[in-house]
């Protein structure tokens, strides 16, 4: 058996030690890897996010949460006098929002939620209180308790934002028929289409995935839905 020089010696001894460097690095990250725990799914009104909620949970077995409006015990009394209950039914919206958002963290399954807390604080608090329907002292106030929730939540793994035209909105909203959307203005549409807008291009929370609904049909095509698919197994496995 040939003897080991002294110079093979450390070349073997360096080998080794990047061998066990390696070996440790990749455990690591491993260990540290974690899975995605709550998506969020955000969109104007009709952009197709419960929809695509749904779809999404059957597809990679999240838990899907949607916006229940029927338990809110504000919308009667808003839809009557909106100035009047105004503040009331968005204090109550970020009170359940904030609630979910703790929940989703301490649970053990991977959430999809329709909607998030954020809409409620940039498009639509706003939106009431540019439309008179809001005074700026219960804005204020609003947005003050909306800034202090926001400081002890953690923010979506990945937020999906659906945009869509104002055209699309439309056909989307008359196409499922609901009897309260009827009424829906094109200029109020357009409006938090802006507001939308505004805040996405701001977004700086997390992985941020934007969906053109304008040009994927993916509640009727599959082949559209499994580019959405594709775009969130990227983002997930961090391809990108």
Known sequence: MAAILPKDR????????????FSSSCIFFMIEEKPFKHIAV????????????????????????YENNAENPYVSDFYRDMKHWSFHMQVYYLNQRFEQMLHFRKGDETVIQDRTIYEDAFIFAPNLHSMGLMTTRDFENYFSLFNLMDSFVSSPDLLIYLRASVPTLVNQIQQRGRDYEESIRLDYLKRLNERYEAWISTY???????????????????????????????????LF
Do not use: C
Request: charged share 25%; aromatic share 8%; hydrophobic share 40%.
């Open 10 to 21: 450390n070349r073997i001894f360096v080998d080794v030690l990047w061998t066990a460097l």
């Open 42 to 65: 955000a969109g104007n009104i009709g952009s197709g996010k419960t929809t695509l909620t749904q779809l999404l949970s059957r597809h990679y077995g999240w838990k899907p949460h």
């Open 204 to 238: 700086d929370k997390g992985k941020l995935l934007i969906v053109d609904v304008d040009n994927n049909n993916f509640m009727e095509n599959q082949e559209d839905l499994g580019k959405i698919i594709n775009m969130i197994d990227a983002e997930i496995h961090g």
